[in-house]
C-alpha cells in the first residue's frame, strides 16, 4: 500500500504568514507533512501532482454567498442551488462557502430556518459548507435559540439595517448584539441606511428616472457611511465583534480603521465588485447595466478602487468575499428582467434583483490584478475567513495532522492569459460582470479533503455532488470583546 493518497511536489507553498518551497503529503483528507522540496523522495504516493512553477495555496474559504434562497422580497430568485453554486466554487478554487440561512420576519424560529436550509444542502453540495442564520425577526423566539444554534455549530449571524423585508430597528440591532455578545456569536451587519435610500429614490421617480443606472444614485455612499458609523457605535456599546459586509466605499472604511486603530472588535468586508464595476457598468445600453444592480452599489471610479485595495493592503478588510447573489438577466419571471412590466416597459431600478454572481471569479480575478501580496491574498480569500467564522485551523491553513487537505493550486506564473467568458463557468446564470477581463491566472487544481475535484486541463469538473460536508463551526478565534466583564447596563 502507499504510504499517501496523494503528494503535491515542487510548488511554492504560500501560506497567511510565510511562503516556502515545500512538498505536501495527504493522507486520509488531511495535510500529514509538510517538508523542504525533496523531502518526499521515496515516498510512494496513490497520486502525484508536480506544482513546479506554480503556487500552492489553502482552499479558498467564501464567507458571503448566497445559494438556494427563496424570493426574500420582490421577484427575484436565486439562480443557483446549492449543486451549481458549490460545483462553480470548486471550479474557482474556493473549497468551503459559508452561505446564508434565511428568516423571514413571519417566522420566529431561527432555528426553523436553519433546519429548512439544512435540507437544500444536504447531499448536493461539491464543495463543503456552512451557513450563517439571517436574522430578520429578532423577537424573543429567535434570541432564545442563539445557544441552540451555537451548539448546531453555526457561530454567526447576519443583519439588515435596510430593505423592509429584513430591516432592524437599532434597539432589535442591540438585542441580538447583547445575546450575540454572551453566546459569542459573530454578527455579520449589512450597513445601509434604508430611509436614506428610500427618500432618494422618491427624488428619482418625481423626475421619472427609472434607468439601472439610477439604482447607484439611490444608494448615495452617506447611506453606507452613517450606517457603518452606526453600527460601529452600537457594536461598542455592547462590546461585541461585528463584521461589517460587502464595504464599497473608502470613507465607510475609514470609519472601521478608526475603529480598528481604537482597539474595537470591528471586522470588515469587501468584494470584487468594489475592485473592478464602477457607476459605468450600470450606465450601458439599454437594460444591460442590470447585470451589474447589487448593495450597495459599484463607486464612481479608480479612487474608490484604490482605496479599497489600501483597505486590504492595510489589514482594514479582513475578507475578500464574493457577494455570490445570482441571478439570471434575461428571465422575466425570477431574474432581473423580472421588472419590466406594463408600468415599466424598460424596467424600474427599485424593482430590479439585488445581486452580481461571482463565487467563481472571485479568487481569480484577484490573483490577476497582481495588486495583492502573495500571503496577504491568501489571508483576505482563505485564512482570514476560517479564523473569523470558527474554522482555523481545520481550513484556511496547511498545518500537518491538523488541517483538512484543501489545496488551491495555480498554474505556473507565465500561464497564457486568456478573456474571460460566462460559458466557461459553472454556475446557472446566463452572465458574468466581468465577461471580457483579461486573465492572468486560473487555479489549475483543486483539492477539497484529499481529493482533487478540479482538473482544468484533465476533464475539468471532477468532484461529485455529495463530496461536501456541512461544517460544524466553533467560536471565532479573532479578538472578541474588549473586556471580560460582563455587560451592564450600571457601568454607562
Ligand atoms: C488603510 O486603508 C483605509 C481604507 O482605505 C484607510 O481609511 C486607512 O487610513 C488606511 N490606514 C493606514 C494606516 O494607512
Redesign the pocket.
Known amino acids: 500500500m502507499a504510504d499517501f493518497d496523494l503528494v503535491v511536489l515542487n510548488g511554492l507553498v504560500v501560506h497567511h504568514d510565510k511562503t516556502e518551497q515545500s512538498d505536501i503529503a495527504v493522507k486520509d483528507g488531511k495535510i500529514a507533512k509538510l517538508v523542504p522540496r525533496g523531502g518526499l523522495n521515496g515516498a510512494s504516493a496513490t497520486k502525484t501532482i508536480d506544482a513546479q512553477g506554480g503556487m500552492v495555496m489553502p482552499g479558498g474559504v467564501d464567507a458571503h454567498v448566497h445559494l438556494a434562497e427563496p424570493a426574500l422580497f420582490g421577484k427575484g430568485k436565486s439562480a443557483d442551488d446549492y449543486e451549481t453554486g458549490t460545483r462553480s466554487a470548486i471550479a474557482g478554487g474556493t473549497t468551503t462557502v459559508i452561505t446564508f440561512a434565511p428568516q423571514r420576519k413571519s417566522e420566529p424560529s431561527l432555528l426553523a430556518a436553519l433546519e429548512a436550509t439544512h435540507e437544500r444542502a444536504r447531499d448536493n453540495c461539491y464543495s463543503d459548507y456552512s451557513f450563517h442564520l439571517i436574522c430578520s425577526n429578532a423577537g424573543p423566539k429567535a434570541i432564545s435559540e442563539f445557544e441552540a444554534l451555537r451548539e448546531a455549530g453555526i457561530s454567526s449571524l447576519k443583519i439588515y439595517m435596510t430593505y423592509e423585508a429584513l430591516q432592524l430597528k437599532d434597539s432589535e440591532i442591540l438585542d441580538v448584539l447583547f445575546e450575540a455578545r454572551k453566546q459569542k456569536i459573530v454578527t455579520m451587519i449589512h450597513a445601509e441606511n434604508g430611509a436614506i435610500i428610500d427618500w432618494t429614490i422618491k427624488k428619482l421617480e418625481e423626475k421619472k428616472l427609472f434607468a439601472p443606472k439610477y439604482h447607484v444614485t439611490s444608494h448615495p455612499p452617506v447611506a453606507e457611511i452613517e450606517a457603518t458609523y452606526r453600527a460601529i457605535s452600537l457594536s461598542g456599546f455592547i462590546d461585541v465583534p461585528i463584521l461589517i459586509v460587502h464595504v464599497s466605499s ?1 470613507a465607510a ?2 470609519h ?3 475603529a480598528q ?1 481604537k482597539g474595537l472588535p470591528v471586522y470588515a468586508e469587501t468584494c470584487p465588485q468594489y475592485l473592478f464595476l464602477t457607476r459605468k457598468d450600470l450606465d450601458k445600453p439599454g437594460f444591460e447595466g442590470a447585470k451589474c444592480v447589487c448593495s450597495p452599489p459599484p463607486r464612481e471610479g479608480e479612487q474608490d478602487h484604490e ?2 485595495w ?2 486590504l ?5 479582513t475578507v475578500l468575499s464574493s457577494d455570490h447573489c445570482p441571478f439570471l438577466y434575461d428571465n422575466t419571471e425570477i431574474g432581473k428582467k423580472a421588472c419590466i412590466d406594463d408600468e415599466y416597459p424598460n424596467g424600474h431600478f427599485k424593482y430590479i434583483p439585488n445581486g452580481c454572481p461571482g463565487l467563481e471569479t472571485r479568487m481569480a480575478l484577484a490573483l490577476s490584478a497582481n495588486r495583492l501580496p502573495l500571503q496577504k491574498f491568501v489571508e483576505v480569500t482563505s485564512t482570514n475567513a476560517a479564523k473569523l467564522y470558527g474554522l482555523y485551523p481545520q481550513k484556511g491553513a496547511l498545518i500537518p495532522g491538523v488541517s483538512d487537505a484543501d489545496l488551491t493550486i495555480w498554474y505556473p506564473e507565465g500561464m497564457k492569459e486568456f478573456e474571460l467568458t460566462n460559458s466557461m463557468l459553472h454556475h446557472n446564470v446566463d452572465y458574468t460582470p466581468y465577461e471580457g477581463r483579461t486573465m492572468k491566472q486560473w487555479p489549475r487544481y483543486t483539492v477539497l479533503r484529499g481529493q482533487v475535484v478540479w482538473d482544468k486541463d484533465n476533464g475539468g469538473l471532477v468532484g461529485k455532488k455529495g463530496y461536501g460536508q456541512f461544517l460544524k463551526r466553533d467560536v471565532s478565534s479573532l479578538a472578541g470583546p474588549v473586556s471580560e466583564e460582563e455587560w451592564s447596563v450600571e457601568k454607562f
Open positions: 473608502p472604511a475609514s472601521i480603521s478608526d486603530k482605496g479599497i489600501q483597505g493592503e492595510n489589514g482594514t478588510f
